[in-house]
């Protein structure tokens, strides 16, 4: 894989991993208390961070292939 590829990646995971933390703050701050019921609190297999990094990547590696088509580019 190309070093500058996987330094985008890295970067991209770093700034969306930095959002996740910050949400997860806030969602707990306003979070409903404890209400006796029992609530699944099982571990992902994979981060939210690390979702959103591989959907991103993703989205934009399609625009890069769609994009020549939908424009007539050969």
């Known amino acids: 894989m190309n070093t500058i590829y ?5 970067e991209i995971f770093y700034s969306v991993d ?3 933390k910050q949400i997860e703050l806030q969602f707990k701050k306003k979070a409903i208390g404890e ?3 029992k609530r699944r609190n ?3 297999k994979m ?3 690390e979702i959103i990094t591989i959907s ?3 989205s ?3 625009c890069k292939i769609l994009l ?3 424009l007539g580019v050969p």
Do not use: H, N, W, Y
């Open 6 to 10: 996987t330094a985008k990646i890295t």
């Open 18 to 20: 930095e959002f996740c």
């Open 35 to 37: 209400d006796g019921k």
């Open 42 to 44: 099982r571990a992902f």
């Open 47 to 49: 981060s939210d961070s």
């Open 56 to 58: 991103q990547v993703m």
């Open 60 to 62: 934009e590696k399609v």
């Open 68 to 70: 020549p088509l939908r």
